[in-house]
């Protein structure tokens, strides 16, 4: 029968169990006698459909998995559960009230009051007997280093709660934060109206709940997020409550709805890991997106910087990461985020705040700093984390183990055959050549493609639709896992060793290479090092059944238990870089014009082909013909390229996938020594955000007389424009400028004032003395020339007091919420000759007029509305008016 005659196909290539025998003579076996007989070719596809199907059978599913959002007519039967219809009404109600930028009457007045309001209402239901509740309004004015800026703010405001049992005396709080200010243009629905209304809702179940907890509870509820970080830094540096603060939950958004995940945590306390896996009941975390995170390949930052660094409070960092393509545009909006992704947002932080609320460790967290941890789920139904220490014995000892055990099997190659260890050892030497030879191809041929696209204008192709990153990217990467031991095992000359123990050579390549691998990056100190833990984990297994079963040596036997021991990690690593190319897709459209975005989807899609079918992919080779399957992935890409550069691969559609235009109209000033004006014109000042740059507009918005303005940037301070935070300074060698023939006409004065000039003692050192008066965002561009140095001032010394690291010309960024009273500043400079009747210092002075409310004139207006539609446009008029003085 066929199936007999497949199964000895399958055994033909094996080491018979030798029959008995007198003496120690060893059977000498080849594959002359023994020649290879594979399966058939048509096999090889459903071979690799299988992991396919795997994948869109349970990790998809899964990852998408959200609970059933709990109704309010159901809480009489499900008492102390978060209510996701409650929190859905309230968020409904945010959305309806539009923009809320600091500065504006809606931020710092409508706002306020509406989570007042909201704040009573959970005092009305509350249990009296059990809780206290006191509401604090906060207005802080203060100051830091913000990346390369100072980050100065006045009055900026915050509703801070404070929730505490009665019968509890501890004076350690869990403060939970999130914030409801906006950027401008966008309503925040999700970006962090979403939290908000979540923390509301966790308020009202605790206030209302008979499950008590020990320790009080702060919800901050932030005013200034978006700014950036100036709210958070009021609290932490100012509020009453601040310093009894000793552990944190910090709630934001990076998208709009589905599961919020964890992405760092601590830094050196591994018992809120603990508390995360005991009460969350979606975990969805990994130390990976920590290490990422932190190493600033994401452009984001949230408010857990401030509370680490100005507090230090140690804590749990949780954010929303689901349809990222809407975040800080105006489809940010209620009817993208569902009541599903509510409850299970509430549920986790519900669970989180009793169980840390409880915490035994939250009267003396300092001695339960335990250092780092190593953090992650698997496909949302478990949560894993263990101590750093832990994780690099783990590591050395799973690696060390992986390359001991194939030692091992290579010694049982040589019992098996007439070979002796240097024979075998040499083969399994050019198996290793050849792994890292697949290696650098898996990693490589994607990232070619990336660079290829990019040469020819055609970045973010996979953008609206992410399925083409299958054929761009993954394809690619199996291809080049695959191809060398292929080409070798199909051009190599006849060899004594059996080809089942060449392919089981391939994987103990593989194993060596990811165990070296392992050992260098937990050398390096990055706990993302467990990742190729988990595969040698589960590549030890399989070795070890294998060689304690003898299924090692029958044929091609091995390669079930090898299959059925990967189905773990392929799990695992489809669904972690599945979520990874989930979260980073949208950010390539404003990860600014610089850097080819492609390159690191490509890493990502090549890294995870490598963790996830590295030991799978070369097993083609059982299979007969496998250099048509080589050939069929390769149709597959040619296929997806040829749909790439049509309509499809277009990346940009309204309303879903925008692209960003972040442009200033700017009215500008350049005054000289003597008071004359030098220069004074009008015009767009952009801070493109993909790397497209401003091709896409050209078919509806004329572009004539661009300007790249990394030429000005030797001529002038900041390259003559308002650039407006870290950000964008830091990108304004990248900007654009398009002159404009009409005047902005900007909706307010700015207005700098020199009060007093004085000569210090000894003569070289010169005082001035300024008030400013602006709108409620603008920045000081501040440029001794030469000869001059700034000796002091009166904002924060830091830079001055580090110059190797802030050079001029410096940044001091200034926003006020509910006064708008004019700064005061001085300026202390030391001059050389002593000469201050001659040009001393440039200081540059911009106006940022963020508000929807703000009036743009009617040719900015008419700018705007030619813009195609799939064009979000973040934008405002600005002045920039430089002094010499």
Known sequence: MDNGKDKDEFLSDAVKPEPPRMDNTIIELTEKDHPKKQLPWYYAPSFLLLWVALFFAVVFPLFNSLPTPVKIEEEATKPGQFVAERAQYILLELDRLGPKIVGDEMNEKTMVEFMLREIEAVRGEMRQDLYDLEVDVQRASGAYIHWEMINMYQAVQNVVVKL?????????????????????????????????????????????????????IVFLFNGAEEQPLQGSHAFISQHKWSPNCKALINLDSAGAGGREILFQGGPNHPWLMRHYRDAAKHPFATTMAEEVFQAGIIPSDTDFRIFRDFGPVPGLDMAGQYNGFVYHTKYDRFDVISRDSLQNTGENLLSLVRSIGNAEEMHDT?????????????????????LESTGIALNVCFGLGGIILVCVSLWRMTRTTDLGIGSVSGAFGIMFLLELGSFVLALGLPMLMAVFYDAGDRTLTYFTNSWLVIGLFICPSVIGLVLPFTLYYTLRPSSKIPHAYHLHMAGHAHCVFLAIVCIILTIAGLRSAYLFMISLLFYVGALTINLLSRLHDRGYFWSLVLCACQAMPFLYFSYLFHAFLVICIPMTARKGTEVNPDLLI?????????????????????????????????????IFCMISVSDVGFPYRPKTNVMRVNFLQVHRKFYEYDGSISLEDSGYYFDLQDRRLELPLRDKVDFDGLVHLEGECDAQMMCGVPCFNHRWCEARQAARWLPRKE???????????????????????????????????????????????????????????????????????????????????????????????????????????????????????????????????????????????
């Open 366 to 386: 300092k001695a339960h700093s335990e250092g780092h941890s190593v953090f992650f789920d698997f496909l949302g139904l478990f949560f894993v984390y263990y």
């Open 602 to 638: 490509a890493l990502l899609c090549a890294l995870g082909s490598i963790l996830a079918l590295g030991f799978l992919v070369p097993l083609i080779n059982i299979f007969r013909r496998p250099n048509c399957m080589i050939g069929g992935l390769a149709l597959i890409t040619f």
């Open 743 to 885: 005047p902005v006409e900007v909706p307010g004065t700015t207005t700098l004032e020199l009060l007093n000039k004085t000569i210090l003692a000894g003569g070289y050192t010169a005082r001035y003395q300024f008030k400013l008066t602006g709108p409620a965002r603008m920045s000081i561009f501040l440029k001794p020339l030469a000869g001059v140095k700034m000796q002091d001032w009166s904002f924060l010394r830091g830079m001055l007091d580090n110059p190797g690291t802030y050079k001029p010309p410096y940044h001091i960024f200034f926003a006020w919420g509910v006064d708008s009273s004019p700064i005061e500043f001085h300026l202390d400079l030391t001059k050389v000759n002593g000469n201050f009747l001659e040009p001393v210092f440039e200081i540059g002075i911009s106006g940022h007029y963020l508000s929807h409310v703000h009036k743009r004139d009617a040719y900015s207006e008419q700018f705007i509305e030619d813009l195609p539609d799939f064009v979000h446009a973040m934008e405002w008029p600005a002045s920039y008016d430089r002094y010499i003085y």
């Open 164 to 216: 505490s049992t009665k019968s509890s005396n501890s004076t350690s709080y869990l403060l939970i934060n999130s914030h409801y200010d906006t950027k401008p243009g966008s309503v925040g629905t999700g970006d962090a109206g979403f939290m908000v209304v979540t923390m509301l809702e966790v308020m009202r179940q605790l206030a209302t709940s008979e499950q008590t907890f020990e320790h009080p």
